[in-house]
């Protein structure tokens, strides 16, 4: 059983989020679950009436999440277990060809909104030498492929962010992990990046067995029931039919200026 008892998800209304909240809940957390979707949290109340705690909340609003975070019922105020969970991608054209605006989304979604969670819990966790924040990164940020450009280097912030929380919480019990999965299936990740063509998600995972969001819940409930002495760092998770790509190589290219 582990000694953490309250923990906030974000981004709780589908994917990782949602199974996280589930497996946690299962497991006799308390759970925040954190979303725009209130419909989406409420549903999944009804699976935990007593555990779940549903909040509505878009983590770019920093004046929502203070407002929020400080209106949490006396019962759910110490939050032991952040999991920093809310993102998306947007997109897989070449950087030239982007639109500037899902550029902005996804930094305010996956850098300003995770830092707008993490200020506001972390100073509770030092004061009462006791919590555990873990970060959702991905492949992406340690892995370049064409078409990541934004989304892979907000992830690539997640995880440097991450080690630098772990410097700065040296000397307290704080623990600090970042997840970084490989290709996933069962989410909305890439019907939300590929703007719901369900051809193209489809495409992606044909003839794969990828991770899913239960992969990904359990080796949560795995990081929260370590020896409190135990800090991992980082987890890069892939299935196995996933591997790095080696070294791109352009043969006879045109060096002509037009």
């Not at 989020?17 to 109340?45: H, P, Q, T």
């Amino acid at each position: 059983m582990s000694d953490y008892k309250i923990a906030l998800v974000t981004g709780a209304s589908a994917g990782f989020g949602l199974e996280i909240a589930k497996v946690l809940a299962s497991n006799g957390f308390k759970v925040i679950a954190a979303a725009r979707r209130l419909d989406k949290l409420e549903a999944l109340k009804d699976l935990y009436p007593s555990l779940i705690l549903p909040l509505e909340l878009d983590v770019t609003d920093n004046a929502a999440v203070e407002k929020a975070l400080d209106s949490l019922p006396f019962e759910f105020k110490d939050i032991d277990v952040l999991i920093n969970n809310a993102g998306l991608a947007l997109g897989v054209d070449r950087a030239q060809n982007c639109n500037l605006n899902e550029w902005n989304v996804m930094v305010d979604t996956n850098i300003k909104g995770l830092l707008n969670v993490t200020y506001k819990v972390l100073p509770s966790m030092i004061k009462r030498n006791f919590g555990y924040v873990i970060n959702l990164g991905s492949t992406a940020g340690a892995w370049p492929y064409t078409g990541s450009n934004v989304y892979g280097a907000t992830k690539a912030f997640v995880e440097q962010f991450s080690r630098n929380l772990r410097c700065d919480t040296q000397g307290t019990a704080v623990k600090v992990t970042v997840i970084k999965p490989g290709l996933c299936s069962d989410t909305e990740f890439s019907n939300v990046r590929l703007h719901g063509d369900l051809d193209k998600v489809k495409a992606v995972y044909q003839d794969t067995k990828a991770i899913t969001p239960k992969d990904i819940a359990d080796t949560v409930l795995y990081l929260v029931n370590t020896p409190a002495h135990v800090n991992v760092n980082e987890m890069e998770l892939m299935p196995v039919c996933q591997t790095y790509g080696g070294l791109s190589v352009t043969r006879k290219l045109d060096f002509n200026k037009r």
